[in-house]
C-alpha cells in the first residue's frame, strides 16, 4: 500500500460486513488522524484488484496535504464482478458474485460461445438475461433492452459498439455479449446502491457517534460512486460525518439529486436534497470520452414503460459521470483547468469537466483527479 494508516472495509451483497470494522476507523482519530479519504470501487473490482486501485489512487495524497494535515485512507471492497472478454471466464467471475444464478449463467456462456443464431435461441437468450436480472437486490424497474426482442437489442448494442461490423452471427455475438454485461451492470449497480444505504451509511454513522472530531471524505468511481452516493441516504439522523463527495466517472442518473425531473416534474431524483448531508461540495467529475456512459448507459437505462425511442442521446436518461449533476439549482461548472488553478468551492454541488485527462470509463488513477479529491476536502496545499 502506498499510504498509511490504510484501512480496508469490506461489505458482501447485503451490506453486511465482518465486525469490527467501523471501531477501526474511529481508532485512526484516537491516532491523531483528522481527515480520512474513502474510495468505493466500480465494477469489474476483485478485492486484490480494489487494493491495488487504492494503493494507485492514494499514491499522489501525501505529496498534495497542507503541513499539518493528518489524513488516513480506506477501500471499499464489495462483490462486484470482473469481464475479461472471455465467455467462460466471465461465466465464472460473475458466479461468485452471483451464485444463485450459476446455471443460468452457465447457459447463457453456452449460447455465447456458439454465438444464437436461431430464432428459438435468441428466445432462450433473453429469457435468461430477464432471469439473471431478477437477482436478488436487484429491483426497480426493468430496462427496456430487457423487455425487447432479443435480435433487435443484440443488434442495437452491437450497432453502439461498432456501427460498421457486418451484418452476421458475429455482429450478432457481440452484441449478445453486452447484452449481458449491460444486465449484470444493471443488477450490480442496484447491489451498489444497497451496499451503500444499508451497509456503508449506517457504518459511518457509528464512526461518526464514536469519533465525532474525524472528517470524512468519499470518493466514487463508476458504479462505487452510486455506492458512496447512496452511503448519505443511509446516515442515521442527527449524524454529518460527510465532509465532502468526489463523484469519479459516476454511473448512475444525472437527474438523481434532482427536486424535480424535467421530463417528470411530479417526480423526484433518487437522492433528492441529500447533498445538503455533506458538509461541504458534492463535486461530479464527468467526461464526454466515456463511451460506456455517454452510449450505452443510456442505453440500458430507458425503462420498459417508456414509449420514446432507444437512443443514447435521450437527455432523460443520462449518466452523471458523462455529462455531470442535472436539474439542481445553483451547481457551479468548473473546467479541471479552473480547479487545479483555484480549488473547489467549499459547499454545494460543482461539475467538474475531466474530459480533458479521462479519456475512457477506467481512466482513473491520474494525479489531477487527486488534486481535484484533495481540493473538495480542504486540505491541500495552498498554491
Known amino acids: 500500500m502506498s499510504v498509511e494508516p490504510y484501512r480496508e472495509i469490506c461489505f458482501d451483497q447485503d451490506g453486511d460486513g465482518p465486525p469490527g470494522q467501523a471501531p477501526a476507523l474511529a481508532a485512526l482519530a484516537r491516532q491523531g488522524v483528522s481527515d480520512l479519504f474513502l474510495l468505493a470501487h466500480g465494477r469489474n473490482g476483485s478485492p486484490s484488484g480494489a487494493t491495488r486501485l487504492c494503493s494507485d489512487f492514494f499514491a499522489p495524497f501525501p505529496g498534495l496535504l497542507a503541513p499539518g494535515a493528518e489524513a488516513?485512507?480506506?477501500?471499499?471492497?464489495?462483490?462486484?464482478?470482473?469481464?475479461?472478454?472471455?465467455?467462460?471466464?466471465?461465466?465464472?467471475?460473475?458466479?461468485?458474485?452471483?451464485?444463485?444464478?450459476?446455471?443460468?449463467?452457465?447457459?447463457?456462456?453456452?449460447?455465447?460461445?456458439?454465438?444464437?443464431?436461431?430464432?428459438?435461441?435468441?428466445?432462450?437468450?433473453?429469457?435468461?438475461?430477464?432471469?439473471?436480472?431478477?437477482?436478488?437486490?436487484?429491483?426497480?424497474?426493468?430496462?427496456?433492452?430487457?423487455?425487447?426482442?432479443?435480435?433487435?437489442?443484440?443488434?442495437?448494442?452491437?450497432?453502439?459498439?461498432?456501427?460498421?461490423?457486418?451484418?452476421?452471427?458475429e455482429r450478432y455475438r457481440r452484441g449478445a455479449r453486452e447484452a449481458l454485461r449491460q444486465t449484470a451492470h444493471h443488477v450490480l449497480g442496484r447491489r451498489a446502491g444497497h451496499v451503500g444505504e444499508h451497509g456503508l451509511g449506517p457504518l459511518l454513522g457509528e464512526v461518526a457517534r464514536a469519533a465525532p472530531e474525524l472528517r470524512v471524505h468519499l470518493v466514487g468511481h463508476g458504479a462505487g460512486a452510486r455506492l458512496v452516493a447512496y452511503a448519505l441516504r443511509g446516515l442515521p439522523a442527527g449524524t454529518r460525518p460527510v465532509a465532502s463527495v468526489t463523484l469519479l466517472q459516476g454511473?448512475?442518473?444525472?437527474?438523481?439529486?434532482?427536486?424535480?425531473?424535467?421530463?417528470?416534474?411530479?417526480?423526484?431524483?433518487?437522492?433528492?436534497?441529500?447533498?445538503?448531508?455533506?458538509?461541504?461540495?458534492?463535486?461530479?467529475?464527468?467526461?464526454?470520452?466515456?463511451?460506456?456512459?455517454?452510449?450505452?448507459?443510456?442505453?440500458?437505462?430507458?425503462?420498459?414503460?417508456?414509449?420514446?425511442?432507444?437512443?443514447?442521446?435521450?437527455?432523460?436518461?443520462?449518466?452523471?459521470?458523462?455529462?455531470?449533476?442535472?436539474?439542481?439549482?445553483?451547481?457551479?461548472?468548473?473546467?479541471?483547468?479552473?480547479?487545479?488553478?483555484?480549488?473547489?468551492?467549499?459547499?454545494?454541488?460543482?461539475?467538474?469537466?475531466?474530459?480533458?485527462?479521462?479519456r475512457s470509463h477506467d481512466d482513473l488513477c491520474r494525479p489531477e483527479l487527486a488534486r481535484v479529491v484533495v481540493s473538495a476536502s480542504g486540505t491541500g496545499r495552498r498554491r
Open 72 to 169: 488516513g485512507y480506506a477501500g471499499v471492497v464489495w462483490p462486484s464482478a470482473v469481464f475479461t472478454g472471455e465467455p467462460g471466464r466471465d461465466h465464472r467471475a460473475l458466479a461468485t458474485v452471483l451464485p444463485e444464478k450459476e446455471p443460468v449463467l452457465e447457459r447463457l456462456t453456452g449460447l455465447l460461445a456458439s454465438g444464437p443464431v436461431r430464432e428459438a435461441e435468441f428466445a432462450e437468450f433473453g429469457a435468461l438475461l430477464r432471469e439473471l436480472a431478477d437477482a436478488a437486490g436487484a429491483g426497480g424497474p426493468v430496462p427496456a433492452f430487457l423487455a425487447a426482442d432479443p435480435v433487435e437489442v443484440c443488434g442495437r448494442f452491437a450497432d453502439a459498439l461498432d456501427p460498421d461490423l457486418p451484418e452476421g452471427p
Open 251 to 358: 454511473s448512475f442518473s444525472h437527474y438523481a439529486f434532482a427536486a424535480r425531473l424535467p421530463h417528470a416534474p411530479e417526480r423526484a431524483g433518487a437522492l433528492r436534497g441529500l447533498e445538503l448531508r455533506i458538509r461541504g461540495p458534492l463535486v461530479v467529475c464527468h467526461s464526454r470520452h466515456d463511451a460506456a456512459l455517454g452510449v450505452l448507459y443510456p442505453m440500458a437505462s430507458r425503462p420498459a414503460d417508456d414509449p420514446g425511442p432507444a437512443g443514447a442521446d435521450d437527455p432523460r436518461w443520462g449518466a452523471i459521470g458523462h455529462d455531470g449533476v442535472r436539474a439542481v439549482p445553483g451547481t457551479v461548472a468548473r473546467s479541471l483547468a479552473a480547479v487545479l488553478r483555484t480549488g473547489v468551492p467549499g459547499a454545494g454541488c460543482v461539475n467538474v469537466d475531466t474530459a480533458e485527462v479521462v
